[in-house]
């Protein structure tokens, strides 16, 4: 089976050959502009479940870009996202605003990738199928070829993020400007 984190897993997936993949930059970067530091070439990306609050921005930014959405249920999402922040802040409570926000930003973004022809669906469940992981890596890295023995290999690993990453914050700047506009 897959490691419990699919975004570290993603990022070590695509983190090959000529490709690099950033894991949950949007929790440590204080403004979309400065994304343009960390993904400035067309083989750069970011396995990031925060990524879909700014998904509108984002197109504005990098409107050539191919974009993956791992679909999973808003409270399964959650619960992760909490899981893993309260590890890191154990005062953290839940933030029914928060919830609510990315709910909303959630169902904007797969609205509007919808109508992309540069986006690809995938159902969370699906991602530790050999076959589905070859159509992502077409997809994503149409520019060179999957390395199966490695993937078959990442699959064996169990990957999660470093508890506390040295910058991350439970509530990034991002979305603190995110909240004060809703």
Not at 24 to 33: E, H, N, V
Not at 49 to 63: D, H, Q
Request: charged share 25%.
């Amino acid at each position: 089976g897959l490691p419990r984190s699919r975004t570290t897993w993603l990022a070590n997936l695509f983190t090959t050959g000529t490709s690099f993949c950033y894991h949950d930059l949007t929790g440590q970067i204080k403004s979309l502009g400065e994304l343009r530091r960390y993904l400035p070439a067309a083989n750069h990306g970011d396995a990031d479940s925060g990524l879909v609050l700014f998904y509108r921005e984002l197109l504005k930014i990098y409107p050539q870009s191919r974009w993956l959405f791992v679909q999973r249920d808003l409270d399964s999402s959650w619960t992760a996202m909490e899981s893993f922040a309260r590890r890191c802040h154990a005062k953290l409570k839940p933030d029914r605003e928060l919830k609510r926000l990315l709910g909303i930003k959630m169902m904007e973004a797969e609205k509007l990738a919808r109508d992309n022809p540069r986006t690809m669906f995938v159902d969370y469940h699906k991602l530790g199928d050999i076959e589905q992981i070859k159509r992502i890596w077409k997809h994503l890295t149409p520019f060179q070829q999957i390395n199966i023995p490695r993937v078959k290999l990442l699959q064996t690993i169990k990957m999660e993020p470093v508890p506390c990453p040295e910058r991350f914050e439970p509530m990034p700047e991002l979305v603190k400007g995110l909240l004060c506009q809703s």
